[in-house]
């Protein structure tokens, strides 16, 4: 059973920063995907940032591109997400997401399985 745990959410003023990270346990896989999403009240879940276990392919959504990086620590599987510059526009629930072998369209939300519970990010203007 793969499990997915987000921390790092809170409140801050636009303009501020917040790192995110996602530990995942029970999994065994050799290459994977994993990706961050945020859903905001109303709408539709959005993929923020992704990337390969090899770390050689990373992918930004254009809203958060220059702005957000992720990042991976594989000896503790774990994943990042630093979010400098924010806006109230990033207010939402962010979702850590996981799913093994290659994923094509690594930012669509219907690609991955295994998901965590979330960790609120609000910024205020």
């Known amino acids: 059973q793969v499990q997915l745990v987000e921390s790092g959410g809170g409140s801050v003023q636009a303009g501020g920063s917040l790192r995110l990270s996602c530990v995942a346990s029970?999994?065994?896989?050799?290459?994977?995907?994993m990706a961050w999403f945020r859903q905001a009240p109303g709408k539709e879940r959005e993929g923020v940032a992704a990337?390969?276990?090899?770390?050689?392919?990373?992918f930004y959504a254009d809203s958060v591109r220059g702005r957000f990086t992720i990042s991976q620590d594989n000896a503790k599987r774990t994943l990042y997400l630093q979010m400098t510059d924010l806006k109230p526009e990033d207010t939402a629930l962010y979702f850590c997401?996981?799913?093994?072998?290659?994923?094509?369209?690594?930012?669509?939300?219907?690609?991955?399985?295994?998901w965590g519970q979330g960790t609120q990010v609000t910024v205020s203007s």
């Open positions: 029970g999994y065994t896989w050799k290459y994977f995907c």
């Open positions: 997401a996981a799913e093994p072998g290659w994923v094509g369209a690594a930012l669509q939300a219907s690609k991955y399985n295994n």
């Open positions: 990337m390969f276990s090899d770390g050689d392919n990373t």
